[in-house]
T-cell receptor, first 113, second 113 residues
Framework: QKEVEQDPGPLSVPEGAIVSLNCTYS??????FMWYRQYSRKGPELLMY????GNKEDGRFTAQVDKSSKYISLFIRDSQPSDSATYLC?????????????FGQGTRLTINP | NAGVMQNPRHLVRRRGQEARLRCSPM?????VYWYRQLPEEGLKFMVY????????ESGMPKERFSAEFPKEGPSILRIQQVVRGDSAAYFC???????????FGPGTRLLVL
C-alpha cells in the first residue's frame, strides 16, 4: 500500500464548477500538508500549505485536513481553464521527523470553457 | 528574486555515460532536496542535503547515484553509467531553515538513448 493515495483521474469539469481533489494517507506522523500545481513539462508550484487539521482559504482555493480520517482535500471555486493542470498532494512529518515530501500520484484536471 | 534554478533543462546521454544535474537554491535557502518523476508517476524523494552535508539519502539508488552540496556553488546530482531506466524528470527543491515548505525548480529532463 502506498503511503499517499490520490486518484489520478483524469477529471474534466465545465468552467465555473467547483472542483474537489482528495488524498488519503496511512502515516500518522504526517503533520504538514501541501498542494502543488504542475503544468505540463514544468516544475511543481506550491498552492497551499496547511499544518495539522483544519481549513485554510486563499482566494478561490480551500485546503482541508482531517487527521482523524487521514484525509485531505483541495477545493477550487469558480474554476477557470487556466486551472487545467496536474494537482499533487504532498505531506511530511516535518523538522522533528523527516522533512522529505511524500507525494500522491497527482490528479490531472481539465476545465472546459 | 530568482527562484530555484536548474540546468541543464534537457540532457541527452547514451547508455554508459555520466549525467550531471545542477541546482541553485532560492536566495537565502540552505536546504536542497532532489526528487525524480517517472512518466505518469508522482514525484519520489531521492536525497536531502544541507551545505557540505547529506542529511537523508534514503531515496537514492544504492549504486551509480551520488549527490553533493558544496560550500560554494550549486548542488550536483551525479548519475554514473546511465541506463535507459534513468530517463525521467529530476526536480530540485529548496527551503529555508525551520521552514516546512519546499519550492521547486523547473526540472532537468534526462533522456538516455
Amino acid at each position: 500500500q502506498k503511503e499517499v493515495e490520490q486518484d489520478p483521474g483524469p477529471l474534466s469539469v465545465p468552467e465555473g464548477a467547483i472542483v474537489s481533489l482528495n488524498c488519503t494517507y496511512s502515516n500518522s506522523a504526517f503533520q504538514y500538508f501541501m498542494w502543488y500545481r504542475q503544468y505540463s513539462r514544468k516544475g511543481p508550484e506550491l498552492l497551499m500549505y496547511t499544518y495539522s487539521s483544519g481549513n485554510k482559504e486563499d482566494g478561490r482555493f480551500t485546503a482541508q485536513v482531517d487527521k482523524s480520517s487521514k484525509y485531505i482535500s483541495l477545493f477550487i471555486r469558480d474554476s477557470q481553464p487556466s486551472d487545467s493542470a496536474t494537482y499533487l498532494c504532498a505531506m511530511s512529518a516535518g523538522i522533528q521527523g523527516a522533512q522529505k515530501l511524500v507525494f500522491g500520484q497527482g490528479t490531472r484536471l481539465t476545465i472546459n470553457p | 528574486n530568482a527562484g530555484v534554478m536548474q540546468n541543464p533543462r534537457h540532457l541527452v546521454r547514451r547508455r554508459g555515460q555520466e549525467a550531471r544535474l545542477r541546482c541553485s537554491p532560492m536566495k537565502g535557502h540552505s536546504h536542497v532536496y532532489w526528487y525524480r518523476q517517472l512518466p505518469e508517476e508522482g514525484l519520489k524523494f531521492m536525497v536531502y542535503l544541507q551545505k557540505e552535508n547529506i542529511i537523508d539519502e534514503s531515496g537514492m539508488p544504492k549504486e551509480r547515484f551520488s549527490a553533493e552540496f558544496p560550500k560554494e556553488g550549486p548542488s550536483i546530482l551525479r548519475i554514473q553509467q546511465v541506463v535507459r531506466g534513468d530517463s525521467a524528470a529530476y526536480f530540485c527543491a529548496s527551503s529555508g531553515s525551520y521552514q516546512e515548505t519546499q519550492y521547486f525548480g523547473p526540472g532537468t529532463r534526462l533522456l538516455v538513448l
